[in-house]
């Protein structure tokens, strides 16, 4: 069984305007932690008292640490960005299943926060054969290059008005990348139309896919049925929180 602990926060900071890192000491989340799952959070003593599933950005097993990176976007995330050095947060986790590790020419593609979880994917894929294709909005929203520095060997970035690398969407340079490459992994994390829409380029060109689909959550461990999604390979419907949130493109698109 899971257990809920209280871990004591490192550090807070602001990647960006409205995007934070947490830092926080957790030795046995850390040493079991894979990429692609998630912790679910809840700031003691806080309304609401729902907790907030957020992915493991990346794990520093040496210092027992774990990043979390997240984005304010309502009370919850607000009060995790209130957090302070040396305060406690309840933690749950590492929740979920993640990534398939077994490839051997990834592409990661992230967009916009989607691109978090992916740093601890690429912590544990080999960097001579990993690329990274990455899309925002602006130039602003896509301040992750140096986070991949050392970790990949090609970052590939689109932005929607062309202020950074190609104007356009991930999807709109992924079909001259699966032509000119040979890639035989695609790992997808973002918005889900950009999932469903990389999820069909990369069946028509024969690469395998995993998507990690975001969902509200309550319970985070497949009792409330609050986070179900249709499945599309004949089984019943699926938990994100527990099922997925990493599935094969084809279990859920
Ligand atoms: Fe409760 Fe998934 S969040 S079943």
């Known amino acids: 069984p899971k257990i809920a602990m209280d871990v004591v926060v490192l550090e807070n900071k602001h990647l960006s305007d409205d995007v934070k890192e947490l830092i926080v000491y957790a030795p046995d989340i850390a040493k079991q932690a894979m990429p692609g799952q998630f912790v679910h959070l809840k700031v003691i003593k806080s309304e609401p008292l729902l907790r907030r599933p957020i992915s493991i950005a990346s794990v520093d097993e040496a ?22 050095a040396e305060n406690q947060v309840n933690c749950l986790g590492p929740l979920g299943h993640g990534f398939d590790l077994t490839c051997k020419r990834p592409l990661l593609i992230g967009g916009g926060m989607g691109i978090a979880p ?123 929180c527990k099922d997925g949130p990493v599935f094969w493109a084809q279990e859920v698109f």
């Open 118 to 240: 992916l740093i601890f994917l690429a912590q544990r894929l080999c960097p001579a054969t990993t690329s990274i294709l990455m899309g925002g909005r602006n130039k602003a929203e896509l301040f992750w290059q140096k986070r991949y520095e050392g970790l990949v060997n090609e970052i590939f970035i689109t932005t929607d008005d062309g202020s950074l690398g190609v104007k356009g969407f991930t999807v709109t340079l992924l079909p001259e990348l699966l032509k000119t490459k040979q890639y035989d992994r695609i790992f997808v994390c973002g918005p889900e139309i950009m999932m469903a829409g990389v999820a069909k380029i990369a069946q028509s060109h024969g690469v395998a896919c995993q998507v990690s689909l975001e969902k509200h959550m309550a319970c985070g461990l497949g009792a409330c049925l609050s986070c179900t999604c249709e499945s599309k390979d004949g089984s019943k419907r699926k938990k994100v």
């Open 63 to 84: 210092k027992g640490t774990l990043s979390l990176i997240y984005r304010i976007v309502g009370k919850g995330t607000a009060a995790i960005a209130d957090l302070k």
